[in-house]
């Protein structure tokens, strides 16, 4: 599988909130969080092509044009899916991933998986459940990551090769 993350810039290791100003951006390798996806990957025979991240100030002022952007890089990088998170239990990084899956869901044929933490994101994870996959994750700090990392990367296998991923939903999705 090729797979892309979708990241803000926290997660994707360039500072902190003070840096929400941070302009779409991407990388064809693995950063910050990714790092932890790309492990698990290579074990699978897969790889990251590549890490778009994008402070959560910048895409709340700029929402049009990172979606466009985001939707159009995937397809053209040749993605077989997308992962966006793992936003753990931060409210803006965790809209704007889902946001951004959405868009990715409707405009192209590349399925998208969401990893996000209900803490926080109740209301968010209601909105989008029925229009993307979202993995259950722990908030920061908590317990489970592997387990969610190990369940949204079976989720995009199945996924790519077509599976049936119903009674998968039903046990590790929201």
Not at 4 to 29: M, S
Not at 59 to 73: D, H
Not at 144 to 170: P, Q, W, Y
């Amino acid at each position: 599988m090729k797979v892309i993350v979708l990241l803000d810039q926290i997660q994707a290791g360039l500072g902190g909130k003070e840096k929400g100003d941070t302009p779409l951006g991407g990388k064809k390798l693995a950063m910050g969080a990714a790092d932890t996806l790309d492990k698990v990957l290579k074990k699978m025979d897969s790889e990251i092509i590549g890490t778009f991240y994008c402070g959560t100030d910048y895409y709340q002022a700029n929402k049009a044009e990172v979606n466009r952007k985001v939707a159009k890089m995937s397809q053209k990088m040749g993605a077989d899916v997308v992962i966006a998170g793992p936003t753990y239990d931060y409210p803006d990084f965790s809209t704007m991933a889902c946001e951004l899956a959405a868009t990715i869901q409707k405009e192209t044929t590349i399925p998208v998986v969401g990893l996000t933490a209900i803490e926080k994101n109740a209301d968010l994870i209601q909105q989008y459940q029925d229009q993307i996959t979202i993995v259950k994750m722990p908030k920061k700090g908590g317990t489970g990551l592997s387990d969610s990392i190990d369940h949204a990367l079976r989720l995009c296998k199945m996924k790519v090769e077509g599976a049936d991923f119903t009674d998968f939903i039903n046990q590790y999705c929201y």
